[in-house]
């Protein structure tokens, strides 16, 4: 593997070739942009057109819905000849049996890359490895970090608790999180929550990451399934417009504001929410029957865009940004 660090190019050897970074080498992508797995969501349509952009493709198991998300992955080598992966969330795979299926199931769809999450990564990781899958595992806390490298991960998705999505809710934001980690491990590390365009990215690889991985800024995609009333919640939020529910019940997770979560904020556990109400909002626009997961980033993304566009875009900017902090630095 090569151990070519992102950094700011500066100093005599500058240079307008492209950044790479062990994500690149690694996964053999050219844009070290990462999708975030959704569920429901990152399904195939989002994940290969992430693929097709050069970045990396997630497609999500998180729905439990083992026959659509077994679908899904069968459609991707239909959609995509480029690299693309799973994420395994351990919450929604506590059964051993379920479990060593889902893994059957990744295998045969001949996936060589997951995330793993939401779980303990001594369980997760290693029947991933010994299937011959690169395995990445999601951690909101210094601690949790090294007990995936301890438990084989080939490298880690560091999680701020600015992301939406279920989180740790007392976990640090990225900009403590991620050079803690980078610090104290020597595996890739790709960072998650609070990135949705170039500087942010940039910041990012400057604090020690080798890539990103968006989640809010790609739920508002054009090729992003959920309904359009969620996407214009998201485009309308502030940074101050998403609330963290089930804080002491757990899991907690990082919503928009909305009625519902508003209320929910308050009561411990939070009321746990049906299909038909995930379905209602997801695909219905029904804002107030389930939870919109989505990061205070929300307060920064202000339009939907194609992926193609928002990869391009960001890498493009992302690698301007740390030439021009180069510049900066050597006056
Ligand atoms: C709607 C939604 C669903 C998510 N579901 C999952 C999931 O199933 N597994 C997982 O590891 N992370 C999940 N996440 C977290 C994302 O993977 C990602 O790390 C996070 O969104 C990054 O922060 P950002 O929203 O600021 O980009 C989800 C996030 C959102 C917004």
Redesign the pocket.
């Known amino acids: 593997m090569a151990a070519t660090r992102a950094v700011a190019a500066g100093g005599p050897e500058r240079s307008e070739a492209p950044v790479r970074t062990r994500i690149t080498d690694m996964l053999g992508i050219d844009i070290p942009i990462v999708q975030?797995?959704?569920?429901y969501?990152?399904r195939s349509r989002l994940a290969s057109a992430v693929s097709q952009a050069g970045g990396l493709g997630?497609c999500?198991?998180?729905?439990g819905r083992w026959d659509e998300v077994r679908a899904e992955m069968e459609a991707m080598p239909t959609l995509t000849d480029r690299p693309w992966g799973v994420?395994i969330?351990g919450l929604?795979v506590r059964d051993p049996a379920l479990l060593d299926t889902v893994i059957d199931v990744v295998v045969n769809a001949g996936v060589r890359f997951a995330?793993?999450?939401?779980g303990d990564p001594a369980r997760l990781v290693p029947p991933l490895k010994a299937a011959g899958i690169t395995v990445f595992h999601?951690v909101p806390t210094l601690r949790g970090a090294l007990k995936a490298v301890a438990a084989g991960a080939d490298g880690l998705?560091v999680?701020?608790v600015?992301?939406?999505?279920?989180?740790n809710a007392d976990g640090a934001s990225?900009m403590v999180l991620l050079p803690q980690v980078a610090a104290a491990v020597d595996v890739p590390l790709i960072a998650?929550?609070?990135?949705?365009d170039g500087v942010s990215m940039a910041a990012a690889l400057t604090l020690g990451a080798d890539g990103v991985?968006?989640?809010?800024?790609?739920?508002t995609s054009a090729e992003s399934p959920?309904h359009d009333n969620w996407k214009s919640a998201v485009l309308a939020a502030t940074e101050t417009d998403t609330v963290v529910v089930n804080r002491y019940a757990r899991p907690a997770m990082?919503t928009l504001r909305t009625e519902l979560s508003s209320e929910a904020e308050r009561q411990s556990p939070a009321p746990s929410l049906s299909l038909d109400g995930i379905r209602s909002l997801y695909f219905g626009g029904e804002m107030n029957a389930a939870y919109?997961?989505?990061?205070?980033?929300?307060g920064r993304v202000t339009e939907v865009l194609p992926v193609r566009q928002i990869l391009e875009t960001t890498w493009r900017d992302c690698q301007a940004r740390l030439r021009q902090m180069g510049n900066r630095a050597t006056g």
């Open positions: 975030a797995p959704m569920g969501i990152a997630i999500e198991t998180s729905s994420n969330a929604f995330t793993t999450s939401a999601v998705v999680e701020g600015e992301g939406g999505g279920f989180k990225t998650a929550g609070g990135i949705c991985q968006m989640g809010t800024r790609m739920l959920v990082r919109a997961m989505s990061g205070q980033v929300a």
